[in-house]
């Protein structure tokens, strides 16, 4: 995929969450966006950390987990493409 020729308004408005958008107002969120490639193992973010946006998949999955007490990896879920992860943290200003 080429990032610098992938349409952001277009895919967020194909995603159940922004459907309801005008296209100025999905121009608008384009704009705000970033566009971001992961190699398998990288940390979207870490648990602790201030959550100041929300992410939607486009290729790929981001595997969600915790670590318990115990030292074992408990995946919370697998966030494959056009799914959305972390937007109720980001309005809560906690990490």
């Known amino acids: ?25 999905l ?4 704009a705000g966006c970033r566009l971001r490639r992961y190699a398998r193992g990288d ?3 870490r648990v602790g950390t201030p959550c100041k946006e929300f992410h939607v998949t486009v290729m790929g999955q981001v595997k969600l987990f915790a670590i318990s007490s115990a030292g074992q990896e408990k995946v919370i879920e ?8 972390a937007e109720a943290l980001m309005f809560t200003d906690k990490p």
């Open 1 to 25: 995929m080429d990032i610098q020729q992938f349409d952001i308004p277009r895919y967020l408005a194909a995603l159940p969450l922004f459907q309801e958008m005008t296209p100025a107002e």
């Open 27 to 30: 121009q608008r969120l384009a």
């Open 43 to 45: 940390d979207v973010f």
């Open 78 to 85: 697998l966030v494959g493409p056009g799914m959305s992860f």
